[in-house]
């Protein structure tokens, strides 16, 4: 038997069967397996990049220029604004402009972005624990 995992559980079992079972009208034609529904899978398919989530740290530490958390991050500066861009399109961002002349914006969490903070610490005290050595010195 699989150990339970420490959250509940992402809708069961996938609706897989073999491709011998007897199928009702009901079922899907398709043949093989379906994934399965699951929060962490959405969530991922919005911030389970490195450089989303590397954004999201840098914002969560007061930085909100675009220069700074591409310096902080090491993001290439193309990825970067196509991820802050799709950060923003999900609600986990918000642009505000700080200068009108020239025209200049800075990102700052949402509501919805600020709420990944106590996820991250997670993944850094992981992450510490299981990836970084004890002869690394590591700070996010």
Not at 23 to 32: A, F, H, L, V, Y
Not at 80 to 99: D, H, K, N, P
Request: aromatic share 4%; with cysteine.
């Amino acid at each position: 038997m699989a150990p339970r995992m420490p959250w509940p559980d992402c809708g069961g079992p996938s609706s897989c069967q073999p491709d011998d079972a007897p199928m009702s009208t009901k079922d899907n034609p398709t043949q093989g397996c379906s994934p399965r529904e699951c929060a962490i899978a959405d969530a991922l398919s919005v911030v389970g990049d490195r450089w989303a989530l590397l954004v999201v740290r840098e914002l969560e530490y007061g930085v909100h220029r675009f220069n700074e958390i591409q310096a902080n991050t090491g993001a290439p500066r193309d990825r970067l604004a196509i991820r802050l861009r799709e950060l923003e399109e999900a609600g986990v961002i918000t642009r505000r402009r700080y200068s009108e002349h020239p025209p200049r914006d800075e990102y700052v969490l949402t509501p919805a972005g600020s709420a990944m903070g106590p996820v991250l610490r997670e993944l850094e005290i992981w992450g510490e624990t299981h990836v970084v050595s004890r002869n690394e010195s590591a700070s996010c």
